[in-house]
């Protein structure tokens, strides 16, 4: 786990911007959430946003530090810069949240989410359907005669494009584990 | 030094290790081991209350009277679920209690057990934080956590939900000093940047104002003595919301009076035309603003909040600063000496004669003539008969509560206690009991509306089982006064509903709690029945019969401008627009 430098609350050097500009632009923004692994803790972040209408577009979470306790929230969400702004602040109050990052402000970052996708096809499709797979390195991980399940990873763009693909194949499922994020290099 | 003890025991030394005299609760199955530690103690005093909502607006009173956090023990189920309404006020008004429930022992928790309620789940989004404790040897520093999150940073409520069998086992105690508190610590000082760049603005700034909230008093006195030698030093005008009556003295020159719906003329006009507005521990509530689009159109803003969230929630601000409001003005005051002392002292002379043009259309005149009390001449007396004593004021909800707030002066903080953001109908009479417990030898007063009081009048039995002579003064027009003044506004003078039906006379009311009634609906007569209520050694319940129409102004109606004021009855006429009158 690469450790997060910055804590809530500071203002200089920090996630948050006191002085956003006011834009009615909605903006995609990714933040990871660093929180005390403890009940009830992902029940805060998620009511947070509702009781506050702000928007989720994906939520992943995992204890990634055994020792500490720590989990990781990463959120994507989408805002003006005055909401998103918020957002941080608003999640920097609850009390197990450690630190807020958004990785969209604080230079390039890598997001990548993984799926599985089963589709059910013969013949011609079944064919194109492995086809494209190979094409987007997605890995077969179980196959009937009649049926595959792939498995890809990526950024949720190319998810999107790979099951627009395989619908007229024969998609009958996909799940989704939403996206994971870091921000690249040793920053 | 750890001990081995019951978590029943435990949480009795938590709070005496927390300095906790004083625990406002209501007994019931799931935490009667806790009250049979209590029974056999004497350092903490328990105080009995008749309804758990009646516990919690007691804590929030006497944290409001002391500064210190409030405390409440309530067992599971209906006891958790009927403190969630005080609760949400404390956590609107930012007031530190501690809430202790008791839950169904954890092998149960989860099976619909009898008065099993999912607290933590219920109450999560009406507390700063909230625990359920699974085992023992969690509970003192889950207690001593407690403690620390409601008084550190922005105040609020917590809640320490405690199953019984957890109560009963044993585990390792540890003091507050033993436990490491979790990473919980808010940033108190401010940053120099923006601290030097607000110091430039009120060096240069030709029509500045001072608008203050409850993060002064939270602050600490430290805090409203440190404003009032920033507002001596400068001679900026003052003006404050209804949370921070008290830490500017009414009685000082400088003072605009209260701003916002109900506030002062003189105040409100400053703030829309100002051209510097610096907002010390104020978090720009619709109350206040009005009109977002309108609000205080000229002015550059600084903002000191100890809460980054409140700064730019509602109004955008050109100097945030983000820290303890009496860390953030001690550095402001260093700095401003430092380079010193400048204002612009020609252009502040203007701004006074404005204000001062302002003040002389006396935007609280009423006149009390005829037969019938005026709700105003009976706060205008109130405050002439009490001023010279050691008192605290209570309000309850509604036309009352601004007009107290209009009418009576507050020299110092912590003297007035009123429930602001929530505006719960209910907390007044509790919340006065909470403020005598704290302050027995006080003269602490709740200003009542009729309707507001009956909603807790039960804790009246609280008062006169613990001897807390509190005086409840209620300003009786038979009405929901604020519902019917709307109505009058925006519903077409269709009053549905709005008034008090079948009410109780008060007098034999307070008879049958044992107490005193008094009873007064004439002006001639109203000075000495207020004194007969003063120097009465018990709870008085006083029913002042007053005007029955009677609107509280000014007022500036939902969806406008601070500048677009109404001043009195011949204003209202259709000025609230079909947008305006879809806010509350
Ligand atoms: C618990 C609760 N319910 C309803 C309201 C809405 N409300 C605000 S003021 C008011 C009328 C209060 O009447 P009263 O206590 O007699 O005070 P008055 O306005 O007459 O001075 C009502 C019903 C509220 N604030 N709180
Ligand atoms: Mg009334």
Known sequence: ???????????????????????????????????????????????????????????????????????????????????????????????????????????????????????????????????????????????????????????????????????PLGLLEVARTGVAALSRGTA | MTRQMTGAKMVVQALKDQGVDTVFGYPGGAVLPIYDEIFQQNGIRHILVRHEQGAVHMAEGYARATGKVGVCLVTSGPGATNAVTGLTDALMDSIPIVVLTGQVPTFMIGSDAFQEADTVGITRSCTKHNWLVRDTEDLPHIMHEAFHVASSGRPGPVLVDIPKDVQFATGSYAAPKEVKLAHYAPKVKGDMEPITELVEAME???????????????????????????VEATGFPVTSTLMGLGAYPASGDKWLGMLGMHGLYEANMAMHDCDLMINIGARFDDRITGRIDAFSPKSKKAHIDIDPSSINKVIRVDIPIVGDVG???????????????????????????????????????????????????????????????????????????????????????????????LGTMGYGLPASIGVQVAHPDALVINVAGEASWLMNMQEMGTAIQFRAPVKQFILNNERLGMVRQWQELLHGERYSHSWSEALPDFVKLAEAFGCKGIKCDNPADLDDA??????????????????????????IPSGKAHNEMLLGEAETKGVIDAKGSVLV
Request: glycine share 8%.
């Open chain 2, 530 to 555: 207020i004194m007969e209520m003063i120097n009465y050694d018990g709870p008085v319940i006083f029913d002042c019969l007053v005007e029955k129409h009677e609107n509280c102004f000014p007022m």
């Open chain 2, 204 to 230: 240069q700034a030709k029509r500045p104002v001072f608008y203050t909230g409850g993060g002064v008093i939270n602050s600490g006195t430290g805090a409203s003595q440190l404003l009032r030698e920033l």
């Open chain 1, 1 to 167: 786990m690469s450790p997060l430098h910055i804590k809530k609350g500071s203002t200089s050097h920090s996630a948050y911007n006191l002085r956003p500009t006011f834009s009615d632009v909605q903006e995609k923004h990714t933040l990871a959430v660093l929180v005390d692994n403890e009940a009830g803790v992902l029940a805060r972040v998620i009511g947070l946003f509702s009781a506050r209408g702000y928007n989720i577009e994906s939520l992943t979470v995992a204890e990634v530090d055994h020792v500490g306790g720590l989990s990781r929230i990463t959120v994507v969400t989408t805002g003006t810069p005055q909401v998103i702004e918020q957002i941080k602040a608003q999640l920097g109050r609850i009390v197990p949240v450690h630190d807020v990052h958004d990785l969209t402000v604080e230079g390039p970052a890598v997001e990548r989410e993984l799926a599985l996708l089963k589709v059910e096809g013969e013949g011609e499709k079944r064919v194109e359907a492995l086809r494209l797979a190979d094409i987007f390195r997605a890995n077969v991980v179980d196959s009937t005669l009649r049926s595959f399940v792939f498995e890809i990873t990526g950024t949720p763009e190319k998810i999107d494009a790979f099951s627009d693909l395989m619908r």
């Open chain 2, 327 to 421: 860390h953030v003005l001690e550095d402001l005051l260093k700095v401003w000496k430092a380079r010193g002392r400048k204002t612009n002292k020609e252009a502040l002379a203007k701004w006074w004669a404005q204000i001062d043009k302002w003040r002389a259309v006396d935007c609280l005149k009423f006149k009390q003539e005829g037969p019938t009390i005026k709700p105003q001449y009976a706060l205008q007396r109130l405050e002439a008969l009490t001023k010279g004593y050691d008192r605290y004021i209570t309000t309850e909800v509604g036309q009352h509560q601004m007009w107290a707030a209009q009418f009576l002066g507050f020299e110092d903080p912590n003297r007035w206690m009123t429930s602001g953001g």
